[in-house]
């Protein structure tokens, strides 16, 4: 019954290759969210999609594509991975009432070597 | 660009000591939130605060707003071990939805 769940949970790959997050949803929420949290345990937001529609694309190279196929699933596509994509990348929900906390999931930690 | 800042950076108390974290950012907000994150997990969204409240209160948690200082402050008080994790503040600047910001966190560990 994990309200927001993301797969996989570690991901090492070598640069160059193109690799999936998944993330789906169980609350109802209209609105998902990818975050990246580097070394230092910034986070900062790369994309957000509020009913199936991109709401915001932050300064992110366009290798990293995220696609919604519906309200419930927000999935992340990186092309041609770096050693600079390594951290780890959160999902998010919430709803659209701004007075409302972010639910997170547990974090896809990504190593690129 | 980041927006809220925590301090301190670490923290370090016993059991049933209070731990007070605070946080400033730099532009007006709509409100902000704390949230908890234990090693190798999610963030937990543990309270918001809206900009027009100067207090709020969750269980053992205690929020204060100060909007004119750009300022936050979490309390814990009576902590436990099981409190040991990183705390975030976020802030919402109302601009564009889910433009969330956060600071780089204070990790807080308590001692039993």
């Known amino acids: 019954d994990t309200a927001v769940s993301q797969t996989p949970k570690y991901l090492v790959t070598q640069m160059g290759n193109d690799k999936s997050i998944k993330c789906e949803q169980n609350l109802g929420h209209d609105t998902m969210y990818w975050y990246k949290q580097d070394s230092k345990k910034f986070l900062k937001i790369m994309f957000s999609y509020n009913n199936k529609e991109l709401i915001i694309n932050e300064t992110v190279p366009n290798r990293f594509s995220p696609k919604s196929p519906d309200k419930a699933h927000l999935n992340l596509h990186i092309n041609s991975l770096e050693l600079g994509d390594s951290a780890v990348y959160f999902c998010a929900s919430s709803l659209r009432d701004r007075d409302y906390g972010y639910t997170f999931g547990s974090g896809t930690r990504l190593t690129v070597v | 660009s980041q927006q809220g800042e925590e301090d301190p950076q670490a923290l370090s108390i016993q059991e049933g000591e209070n731990a007070t974290m605070n946080c400033s950012y730099k532009?007006?907000?709509?409100?902000l939130q704390w949230y908890r994150q234990n090693s190798g997990r999610g963030l937990v969204h543990l309270i918001l605060?809206?900009?027009?409240?100067r207090e709020k209160h969750s269980g053992r948690l205690r929020v204060t707003l100060d909007t004119s200082k750009k300022s936050s402050s979490l309390l814990i008080t009576a902590s436990r071990a099981a409190d040991t994790a990183s705390y975030f503040c976020a802030t919402d600047r109302g601009s564009t939805l889910g433009r969330l910001y956060f600071g780089r966190g204070t990790q807080l560990t308590v001692w039993p």
């Open positions: 605060i809206r900009s027009n409240e």
């Open positions: 532009t007006s907000i709509n409100n």
